[in-house]
Nanobody
């Protein structure tokens, strides 16, 4: 199994910044792409950004120019730097990894971290 643990969520005023982190751990694991998704109650899950093991990134249109995904392969950690936050960014943010553990490849998810943008 691969475990993903997110941190860094919280309450921030419009125009503010937050940095989310997601650390992966497990038994004899390997990680390919990692990403961030978000979902508010009653809404469908939405892609925020992804990054390959080689560092190629993709950001969804609503966050382009404001959010930046990055990763530290040595630490098995992916980050999401969120700037110029707006109330519409309020959501639960989930970390995702395409990873394998003990020879089993699959899609792994973190428990989610709440981001609230409000004055």
């Amino acid at each position: 199994q691969v475990q993903l643990v997110e941190s860094g969520g919280g309450l921030v005023q419009p125009g503010g910044s937050l940095r989310l982190s997601c650390a992966a751990s497990g038994n004899m694991f390997r990680i390919w792409a990692m990403g961030w998704y978000r979902r508010a109650p009653g809404k469908q899950r939405e892609l925020v950004a992804t990054i390959t093991s080689g560092g190629r990134t993709n950001h969804a249109d609503p966050v382009k120019g404001r959010f930046t995904i990055s990763r530290d392969n040595a630490k098995n950690t992916v980050y999401l730097q969120m700037n110029s936050l707006i109330p519409e960014d309020t959501d639960v943010y989930y970390c995702n990894a395409d990873a394998s553990s003990s020879g089993r490849r699959g899609d792994y998810w973190g428990q989610g971290t709440q981001v609230t943008v409000s004055s």
